[in-house]
């Protein structure tokens, strides 16, 4: 589902399956982990500019749309005894948005410039819903709670609509 807007797109997009991983403790001291994002609010990506790895808070790990290498490493690191990996599908949404005016409308929610501040993603809340958003080469990629969905995308539209008023004050 596309919605089309001057300026602001919002796309559902479709994944067929979510990881977590949660660490036990977070930096490994001693070790390298050069695969993994360490850095606080960091992102991993493919070649296509798609988020494989994403450490949207200390310790934990999203890993949208696995590859088998990506699964491979989240278990390596679960029989190490570094932490535990969560199958979390059906926990989180994806979307993008993206356009000259997302980051616009993501501010009718949180000032997402500095929520990313030195990191390219961030737990937080978006319009009242628990989400994680990462900056990404287009726009925004955000993960919401699944339960949640249905009222982020349903706020967002309204903001958006709000946003292309003549009357509206910016």
Known sequence: MKTP???CL???RPQRR???????SWPRVGEEWPDWPTAAGAVIR??????????????RVLAPNPSAATETLLD???????????????????????GPG?????????????????????????????AIVARCRDGFELWVQS????????????????LQRPDYCR
């Open 76 to 98: 390596a690191a679960a029989s190490q005894g570094a932490g535990t990996r969560i199958d979390a599908t059906g926990k989180w949404e994806h979307f993008f948005m993206g």
């Open 5 to 7: 807007s001057p300026g």
């Open 10 to 12: 919002i796309e559902h």
């Open 147 to 162: 339960s949640y969905a249905r009222d982020f995308l349903t706020t967002a539209e309204n903001f958006r609509a709000l």
């Open 18 to 24: 979510v990881l977590e991983f949660a660490a036990f």
């Open 46 to 59: 493919d070649g296509e500019d798609s988020a494989c790895l994403l450490q949207f808070a200390p310790g």
């Open 102 to 130: 997302a980051g616009r409308l993501l501010a009718c929610s949180v000032e997402v410039n500095a929520v990313l501040y030195k990191r390219d993603c961030a737990a937080t809340t978006l319009f009242d819903c628990p």
